[in-house]
């Protein structure tokens, strides 16, 4: 992941480098994950839009980021939250391109599986402990049940919380850490299904304004890189 994020924290965040170097980003980044011109150049044009549907300053604010997601920029979410803040890599409260990059590739259909587990985890360990416990799964669980307009008696929830705790707390410390985390993922793969977007396409439904659009094709990407 250090080298994709190395090509782009070269740039200066939200200003378009010329054609050729844009080519020459993308080959960099294609050895990684095979991210194709195309990819490249229309996530930077859904980073211009979003970074400036408020503040028009090349950086992704928190209230963007939301707008974006639920069209409404004073929505709690936990997600919304937890994402923004694994995007937030500096931790600066905004996001920049490079940031914005890295952490949507790992939604690449070839990006690493561990990378996905990885970006799961943290998504759930709430309090950056380095594990997942009882009431931080519970956080989440209760989130997803309100995002799918469900309500299960408490006494569900917290047999849910048992079942899934004695599953994957092999060591039996009432916690999971990050390698009984992949272990519990691969019994149930259908967890990091979301974790995959076939096409970049899929990335901007959540963006009814975003027009796939680049000026650069994916065979200059070849020629650049020669």
Request: net charge negative; aromatic share 10%; with cysteine.
């Amino acid at each position: 992941m250090s080298t994709l994020f190395s090509c782009f924290s070269s740039k200066k965040d939200g200003h378009k480098p010329p054609p050729k170097e844009r080519a020459i980003l993308a080959s960099e980044t294609a050895c990684e994950y095979a991210v194709t011109i195309n990819e490249v150049e229309a996530l930077f044009d859904l980073f211009k839009n979003l970074s400036s549907s408020i503040i028009d300053d090349g950086l992704i604010h928190k209230e963007e980021f939301q707008l974006a997601l639920f069209s409404n920029s004073s929505k709690k979410n936990l997600f919304a939250d937890r994402l923004f803040d694994l995007f937030d890599i500096k931790r600066n409260g905004v996001i920049e391109f490079g940031e914005f990059v890295r952490s949507l590739s790992i939604f690449h259909p070839y990006a690493p599986e561990a990378d996905k587990i990885a970006f799961l985890f943290n998504l759930y360990d709430l309090r950056h402990t380095g594990y997942i416990e009882r009431e931080e799964l519970k956080e989440m669980v209760l989130e997803h049940l309100r995002e799918s307009d469900l309500t299960l008696p408490n006494d569900d929830v917290e047999a849910i919380l048992d079942k899934t705790i004695l599953e994957a707390d092999l060591k039996g410390d009432g916690k999971i850490d990050l390698e009984e985390w992949k272990v519990f993922v691969s019994k149930y793969p259908a967890l990091i299904k979301n974790m995959n977007l076939p096409l970049l396409r899929e990335i901007t439904q959540a963006f009814p304004s975003f027009v796939l659009k680049t000026d650069v094709h994916d065979s200059e990407l070849h020629s650049n890189s020669r």
